[in-house]
């Protein structure tokens, strides 16, 4: 009978093959959890940023007033609240009083249109904000008394972070008072 050689790992080489598999995962499982942290933060800095755009460009489109502000309920704003973690609606305002007078019909031209609504953040995520709505002219500009005046310039500043923020993890919004927003990555607060 003959016997040719027979291959395959020795003991050692496997072995050897399962450290270096194991060193490879230990290193690569803290990457892929900052990437994940990163990516879920940036959607939901995405999420505001699209609603601030809606609100900005239908004030333009319709050619009236329209408003974001924070929301729990996604029906009525936050008055004085600046904590947008629970919610933000996009409505149009056309008295420009910063309320939602939402009618019963789909949206008359002589009443307030809800146009858009988000249930807030996911996960530990938090949100803190320097307004507690941004009102919208027909000319795509902020309200100016809406924005807060930061040194020479009037702006409205969104900070969103997760509970477990490190590095440079955390996001700014910054919506400028041309009505354009900016955004950021900064160190964690």
Sequence with gaps: ????????????????????????IATGVPSIRDFIKNNRLTAQANDLIIAVQVARNEGLKRGSGTTICASTDQASCNVADKNWRNGWIVFSDLNRDGAPDVGTSACLPTEDCMLRTSTGLSGTSTMTATVDRIRYLPTGMPEPSDLPLVGSVRRAGFTLKSSDCKGNQARNITVTQQGHTIVSSIACP
């Excluded at 009978?1 to 490879?24: A, C, P, Q, R």
């Design 1 to 24: 009978m003959n016997m040719g050689k027979i291959t395959g790992f020795t003991l050692i080489e496997l072995l050897i093959t399962i450290v270096v598999i194991s060193i490879l």
